[in-house]
């Protein structure tokens, strides 16, 4: 089970604010995953990584932007937030190999006004 | 496509009552994996159980179990003797090209 840790839980800002979510993980997993979710509805994956200095963006357009510079950070910045922007951020890792199951932070709730 | 398909939006259960989840998916590969996790109000996403697609036996972890019809392309999630913490929003997914294909999801009330 991973150990996977997500700041801020909760965060109300105004539009056009410079936001990061960060997330970070102690199990030293490989794969790293942002996913947006509204209230009751399912899983968008947004960006993910592979390694260091690897990102991909998923399968929802994202305004937001990610790194991976070490291995257990995974930061995700939006630039300029909007009330569209509002919504649960979930971060996820996984091993990479085996049954490759990811397991979850407790998610970031943003609302931009 | 590769899609995942949770038929139930909904699900009210009689406490210590077994309850029957619902996934349907689609998939033209031959290996995959499936996956159940559970979210409560707080929000994260829990995972529960994983079957893959050439495990013989149904995958069991505690008071939960999948039913895995690989002919039907079904995997139920089971809960036995439910419980009041049981209730929270349910996700069946699957692997697809290393990434998890998910469903909408079927929110379970226990009640007492």
């Known amino acids: 089970e991973a150990d996977i840790y997500q700041t801020p839980r909760y965060l109300v800002i105004g539009t056009g604010k410079k936001i990061t979510l960060e997330c970070s993980q102690t199990m030293g997993h490989d794969k790293m995953y942002w996913y947006q979710q509204d209230p009751g509805m399912e899983l968008h994956l947004i960006h993910y990584?592979?390694?260091?200095?690897?990102?991909e963006k998923g399968d929802l357009s994202s305004e937001s932007t990610v790194s991976r510079i070490r291995t257990e950070h995974f930061p995700l910045t939006l630039e300029s937030a909007r009330p569209s922007h509002t919504s649960q951020y979930l971060c996820?890792?996984?091993?990479?190999?085996?049954?490759?199951?990811?397991?979850f932070g407790p998610g970031t709730r943003l609302t931009v006004l | 496509a590769q899609k995942i398909t949770q038929t139930q939006p909904g699900m009210f259960v009689q406490e210590k009552e077994a309850v029957t989840l619902d996934c349907t998916y689609d998939?033209?590969?031959?290996?995959?994996?499936l996956f159940w996790y559970k979210q409560p109000s707080s929000g994260e996403m829990i995972f529960l159980i994983y079957q893959g697609s050439y495990d013989e036996q149904n995958a069991t972890e505690g008071r939960y179990s999948l039913n895995f019809q690989k002919a039907r392309k079904s995997a139920n999630l089971v809960i036995s003797a439910s419980q009041l913490g049981d209730s929270a929003m349910y996700f069946c997914a699957m692997d697809s090209n290393y990434q998890l294909i998910w469903g909408a999801g079927t929110k379970l009330i226990i009640k007492p």
């Open positions: 990584s592979y390694g260091v200095n690897s990102t």
């Open positions: 998939t033209s590969d031959q290996s995959y994996g």
């Open positions: 996820a890792s996984s091993e990479g190999v085996g049954t490759d199951t990811q397991y």
